[in-house]
């Protein structure tokens, strides 16, 4: 079994941008469309010889009826089923609501979680993803992904333990 790597957060905050770039394919939904991705999507991914399955997802808003209800549902089933998750935030748009309560899911669930800070590029990334520690759930890495800043950076650390 390879390892899988889901990747969850409120829509808009990068999760496809990054699986595009994991999975070297334009397949997933990337748009200015919140939410478009609505299904969990799969992709084969490799870093230094590691092979591993990313996961994307439509994103988590907290409090969702209709559509975002399944997507949300899908986003929890993808977390279930992920060895690592990485957790993106919008270091632009700065710490929403929406980002504290899916940190409440993450930090009840026994499973690794890295927080990532996306969009880092062309703004101060240290001063920027400061508050980000307040989600609770330990170091922030920061990244760029539509430009694959931090990313090897983190993968090396994401996947070490696996
Ligand atoms: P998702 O809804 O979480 O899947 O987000 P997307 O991957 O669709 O990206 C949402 C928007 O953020 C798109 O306009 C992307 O081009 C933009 N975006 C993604 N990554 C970056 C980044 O590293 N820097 C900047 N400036 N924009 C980004
Ligand atoms: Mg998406």
Redesign the pocket.
């Known amino acids: 079994m390879l390892p899988v790597v889901a990747l969850v957060?409120r829509?808009?905050?990068?999760?496809?941008?990054?699986f595009n770039r994991l999975t070297n394919t334009r397949d997933a939904l990337?748009?200015?469309y919140?939410?478009?991705?609505r299904d969990r999507k799969y992709g084969q991914a490799k870093y230094e010889q590691r092979q591993f399955i990313v996961v994307?997802t439509g994103?988590i808003t907290g409090d969702e009826e209709g559509i975002d209800a399944e997507m949300a549902q899908q986003s929890l089933l993808a977390i279930e089923e992920a060895d690592v998750v990485m957790f993106?935030v919008d270091a632009?748009a700065g710490l929403l609501p929406a980002d504290k309560g899916i940190a409440d899911h993450l930090r009840r669930i026994n499973k690794q979680v890295f927080v990532v800070a996306?969009?880092v590029?062309?703004i101060d990334g240290d001063s920027e993803s400061a508050e980000f520690y307040a989600l609770g759930l330990g170091n922030v890495k920061q990244?760029?992904?539509?430009?694959g800043r931090g990313v090897s950076q983190l993968l090396q650390e994401a996947l070490s333990p696996l």
């Not at 990244?143 to 430009?147: D, N, S, V």
């Open positions: 957060g829509p808009n905050v990068g999760k496809s941008t990054l990337v748009a200015d919140p939410g478009l991705t994307d994103g993106l632009r996306n969009k590029d062309g990244i760029a992904a539509a430009h």
